[in-house]
């Protein structure tokens, strides 16, 4: 079975520095994908970045990137200049494909706060 | 383009009734997938359709949910006799096929059992 370790409940960076969520995970596939989603207090699933377990290169996606180190089996996400609309709640997610089925498995999320 | 859309947003049942959460795919997309995210915990798979298919319902609880994805209409969630437990919000996404890299979330569906 898959999982998802996020080790930080909560964490402060300031605006415009940067900050690293934490993720690691274990599974037995050869082939996985992971995902990191944003959800503000709205409620809604935003999602940021994608990591194949296949790729060679770290994701990037504007200030969003992914720290993929596949010896370590972690996939942090690295936010640049925050900003205050960064405040949310962040989850790391696995994608298993098993035959016919596909599906997330999340971790348990870490909130981010920005200050002033 | 509309995204994938859930109703109602928020739902109020007091315990033994029943409650139905509609989800409705991005047109194109034929796989349908309910998440429950408990209140400060993360986002759990229950179940995977496609339609007129259940083709993974192992996160489901063995009695009282139930889930559909007809030919015509929208996905929908059904609890029957609604427990204090069963407070949640209830998230459905969508994919085009199934090695999409994405699954496309709705707004969620906040259910408050009284």
């Known amino acids: 079975a898959q999982k998802i370790t996020q080790t930080q409940p909560g964490m402060f960076v300031q605006e415009k520095e940067a900050v690293t969520l934490d993720c690691t995970y274990d599974?037995?596939?050869?082939?996985?994908?992971l995902f990191w989603y944003k959800q503000p207090s709205s409620g809604e699933m935003i999602f940021l970045i994608y990591q194949g377990s296949y790729d060679q290169q770290n994701a990037t996606e504007g200030r969003y990137s992914l720290n993929f180190q596949k010896a370590r089996k972690s996939a942090n996400l690295v936010i640049s200049a925050s900003q205050l609309g960064d405040s949310a709640m962040y989850f790391c997610?696995?994608?298993?494909?098993?035959?016919?089925?596909?599906?997330?498995?999340f971790g348990t999320g870490t909130r981010l706060q920005v200050t002033l | 383009n509309a995204g994938v859309m859930q109703n109602p947003r928020h739902l109020v049942r007091r315990r033994g009734q029943e409650a139905r959460l509609r989800c409705s795919p991005m047109?194109?997309?034929?796989?349908v997938y309910w998440y429950r995210q408990l209140p400060e915990e993360g986002l759990k798979f229950m179940v995977y359709?496609?339609?007129?298919?259940?083709?993974?319902e192992s996160g489901m609880p063995k009695e009282r949910f139930s889930a559909e994805f007809p030919k015509e209409g929208p996905s929908i969630l059904r609890i029957q006799q609604v427990v204090r437990g069963d407070s949640a919000a209830y998230f459905c996404?969508?994919?085009?096929?199934?090695?999409?890299?994405?699954?496309?979330f709705g707004p969620g569906t906040r259910l408050t059992v009284l």
């Open positions: 359709l496609q339609k007129e298919n259940i083709i993974d």
């Open positions: 996404a969508s994919s085009p096929y199934i090695d999409s890299l994405k699954q496309f």
């Open positions: 047109k194109g997309h034929s796989h």
């Open positions: 997610a696995m994608r298993e494909v098993t035959g016919t089925a596909s599906k997330l498995t």
């Open positions: 599974t037995s596939d050869p082939s996985y994908g």
